[in-house]
């Protein structure tokens, strides 16, 4: 029979990674269709997503969820007894978890800007990533996780950053451990776990895909 769940996802997209972590939390099993971004895109995912034509997609039955961070959200309500939900039950909680979930994609545009600008479009994307990650180290706090003593939304969206952050600290000559001090442990508290360890993409890996993005985009 046909799967109820498909992904449409790039195995090093940190926004594909979001819907594995949390898939993988709540235990839901669905087909994984890698999708070729660097060519021609495949016609199922310009059908399921025509708007920005990006991946993640999830096909439920069929029925496409664009956008990595509303996949989430839908899967806490379209499977609300897969356990653990992403989000709290308190409305004024999840409000929060919502703004810092949008909030973790900073981390990635500010980065990206990192290494594909130079000169001051880079000190500028610098200055961004500092303060991005010093707001989300001041958020973390002293908590387990984002959501308090809970793995969730917050710490599912931000997490697939994690291995971008060393080729942005070279790229922007800046230190994690001095701009987001308890970032560092909150990440290994989070890799820990099989739905992450299992999901994220080695450091390596990564910035071996940015140098072939720079290389695709023509950038020295
Ligand atoms: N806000 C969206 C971003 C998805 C995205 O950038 N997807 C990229 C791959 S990961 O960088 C993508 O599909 N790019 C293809 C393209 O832009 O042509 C989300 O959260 O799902």
Redesign the pocket.
């Known amino acids: 029979p046909k799967p109820e769940l498909v992904l449409l996802d ?1 195995s090093v ?4 990674q979001r819907c594995r972590i949390a898939l993988a939390e709540k235990g839901l099993d669905y087909e994984y269709s890698e999708q070729n ?1 660097l060519g021609a895109k495949s016609d199922l995912l310009l059908r399921s997503n025509p708007v920005h ?4 997609v999830l096909l439920h039955d069929g029925h496409p969820v664009c ?3 509303v996949i989430l959200a839908y899967l806490d309500e379209a499977f609300p007894d897969a356990a653990p939900a992403l989000l709290p039950s308190d409305p004024y909680a999840r409000a929060r978890a919502r703004f810092w979930a949008a909030y973790t ?1 900073k981390v990635y545009e500010a980065g990206t800007r990192l290494w594909k600008l130079k000169g001051d479009a880079r000190a500028q994307a610098r200055d961004e990533i500092v303060r991005v990650l010093g707001n989300l180290d001041a958020e973390l706090g002293d908590k387990k996780f984002f959501g308090g003593d809970v793995f969730g939304l917050v710490d599912v969206a931000l997490v697939p950053f994690v291995p971008w952050l060393p080729s942005y600290e070279r790229y922007g000559e800046l230190s994690v451990e001095e701009t987001a001090p308890r970032l560092p442990a909150w990440a290994r508290r989070c890799a820990e776990r099989d739905s992450v360890a299992k999901s994220l993409h080695p450091p390596e890996k990564v910035d071996e895909f940015i140098t072939l993005l720079k290389k695709v985009y023509g950038i020295e």
């Open positions: 790039f997209s940190p926004y594909g971004l034509k990006r991946i993640p956008e990595s961070l994609d």
